[in-house]
């Protein structure tokens, strides 16, 4: 008798399309050793007048049959803009709201640009959901990196922003300086534990992990071609990411991006670049579920059913989880199934 089981990811709520607005480096209190903000966003920085008034025109543009949006400022920190500015583009989502056309309106800043009276001001005009650009909660890879703070103001943020009746999304950027080798894996396996051990109340809803690159035009490139920063491989990244997963899954929390967006003109030196990272990564996490399954059970099973819709994630990339799984002795695979099982 089969054994079946759901996909182990979490199932997302129905959210609305995000309409990201970039702000790339609006805010921020100096530039990262590894950021090139508008080679990661696609787009330069402008004065804030002209990406209001474009944010404005571009909602409106859109035909209402389409629905409201989720309005997303990204790219700097927002917390940290200069006044009146947080204010403007809240009051923006504000008046697109009351036009039916923005349903939900998001930020992302940094830990240590955040209060609890400032958290409760922006939820009172109107924001939602705050993305913290935590990196790490390592106090050797923030101080590597140079970020300003360290893991327990990191931590800190986070309760804060859900004490604020905010929500959280958490971004992660694995890799990165001060995270290097076999002890930067054990420093995300713990970023990942500190995340998924957070309480209930002070759980995110969404968390991001973008391993970190070696973009040109960053101060990380000097470095990287000095010898003095080794980025991850690809096959390490995929598989600490296909772990980060499978914890983030146990936990309820989905993840949602996994790696950079690709954008043209982006100039990536080195590091665990992969169009497919993401799929690699889900395909492994979906391998290490089946194991654990595997080895809890009383008799060894032969075959993996497999719902056909999720046939290529299985195998994964050009079918290169093939041989692991027969290694596990499932030898057969029957697709097109109405859920996973095992038997």
């Excluded at 039916?100 to 940094?110: I, L, W």
């Amino acid at each position: 008798m089969p054994v079946r089981f759901p996909h182990p990811e979490p199932v997302r709520p129905a959210r609305p399309k995000v309409f990201p607005v970039f702000l790339p480096l609006a805010g921020c209190p100096g530039r990262c050793l590894y950021c090139n903000q508008p080679a990661q966003t696609g787009q330069a920085p402008v004065a804030l007048a002209d990406v209001l008034a474009r944010a404005r025109a571009d909602i409106l543009a859109r035909p209402e049959a389409d629905g409201p949006v989720e309005l997303a400022y990204y790219g700097g920190t927002f917390t940290a803009l200069p006044s009146p500015w947080p204010e403007r583009f809240l009051d923006l989502a504000a008046e697109l709201r009351t036009l039916g056309r923005v349903c939900r309106v998001r930020c992302s800043t940094r830990p240590d640009a955040v209060t609890p009276a400032l958290l409760a001001s922006l939820r009172a005009r109107g924001l939602d959901l705050i993305e913290l650009g935590v990196q790490s909660f390592s106090d050797a890879a923030l101080a590597a990196s140079r970020r300003g703070y360290d893991g327990a103001t990191a931590l800190a943020a986070c309760r804060m922003v859900r004490a604020a009746g905010l929500g959280l999304g958490v971004q992660l950027l694995p890799g990165m300086p001060g995270m290097e080798g076999p002890q930067g894996l054990k420093a995300f396996a713990r970023d990942i534990a500190t995340v998924t051990g957070l309480a209930p109340e002070s759980a995110p809803e969404l968390v991001r992990l973008y391993p970190c690159l070696v973009l040109e035009g960053t101060e990380l490139a000097g470095l990287w071609r000095a010898g003095s920063f080794t980025p991850w491989t690809l096959p390490d990244t995929v598989d600490a990411l296909a772990r980060a997963l499978r914890s983030l899954w146990a936990a309820g929390i989905p993840a949602a991006r996994l790696g950079l967006a690709e954008q043209a003109g982006l100039a990536v030196l080195a590091g665990p670049r992969h169009p497919a990272i993401g799929q690699m990564a889900r395909a492994r996490a979906l391998l290490l579920h089946v194991r654990g399954l595997l080895a809890a059970l009383p008799a060894p099973a032969s075959t993996l059913y497999v719902p056909k819709r999720w046939q290529g994630e299985v195998l994964g990339q050009g079918n290169a989880l093939r041989a692991e799984y027969a290694g596990l002795g499932l030898r057969a695979a029957a697709w097109g199934e109405a859920e996973f099982g095992l038997g």
